[in-house]
């Protein structure tokens, strides 16, 4: 079974600070990796897509991806309050399925 | 915004009653899917679409059915709803392309079966 596995959390961080969510990823044949932001009682919000190993900066977001380890995370800078919710993990198989992960929360305390 | 709406918004029925959501874009766009959303699980796919008529199963299929008539329109059908498909449905889209981009979600569909 593919699977992308997120530790649920809560993970609390202070404002101002990096908030560093990770993921892990069973199928190696997983070719693109997304971040979604979900907000209580609202659909999951694009962030970032990454595609090759390395780092891709989008203003305060930094998605990292590592295919040896089979290892996605997403760094947020100067963390806001707003930058509280849920988020998602997701990882584009063979098929053009994605697999979602059951998401971490973030709460960042003002 | 993505362009794509759903409907109902919310919905409350009772089992063993015939439910059909629907799910419209205007973008276009070839890849469909619908999803359901339930604490502890995340997203898990019910169905996809990969053109007009083109449908296959995800990991949640049991008890649901979709149609793809038009381009613009994704229908999933719960035939006879059980309190287990209480849920939030989401539809989504694949914005690019290829088959590897990202997906952009519709707003959901709070469905009770009581």
């Known amino acids: 079974q593919k699977e992308v596995e997120q530790n649920s959390g809560p993970l609390s961080v202070p404002e101002g600070a990096i908030a560093s969510l990770n993921c892990t990823y069973s199928d190696r044949g997983s070719q693109s990796f997304f971040w979604y932001r979900q907000y209580s009682g609202k659909s999951p919000e694009l962030i970032m897509f990454i595609y090759s190993n390395g780092d891709k900066e989008d203003g305060r977001f930094t998605a990292q991806l590592n295919k040896a380890s089979q290892y996605v995370s997403l760094l947020i800078r100067d963390s806001q309050p707003s930058d509280s919710a849920t988020y998602l993990c997701?990882?584009?198989?063979?098929?053009?399925?994605?697999?979602f992960g059951a998401g971490t929360r973030l709460f960042v305390k003002a | 915004d993505a362009g794509i709406t759903q409907s109902p918004r919310h919905k409350v029925t009772e089992t063993g009653t015939p439910v059909t959501l629907r799910c419209h874009q205007t973008e276009n766009h070839r890849y469909m899917y619908w999803y359901r959303q339930d604490p502890g699980h995340g997203l898990r796919l019910i169905h996809y679409?990969?053109?007009?008529?083109?449908?296959d199963k995800g990991e949640v299929s049991d008890g649901y059915s979709v149609s793809r008539s038009k381009t613009e329109d994704f229908l999933l059908t719960l035939e006879s709803a059980t309190s287990s498909q209480t849920s939030v449905y989401f539809c989504?889209?694949?914005?690019?392309?290829?088959?590897?981009?990202?997906?952009?979600f519709g707003p959901g569909t709070r469905l009770t079966v009581t």
């Open positions: 997701a990882a584009t198989t063979g098929g053009f399925k994605t697999i």
């Open positions: 989504a889209i694949r914005g690019g392309a290829g088959g590897f981009s990202e997906q952009y």
């Open positions: 679409s990969y053109g007009v008529k083109d449908t």
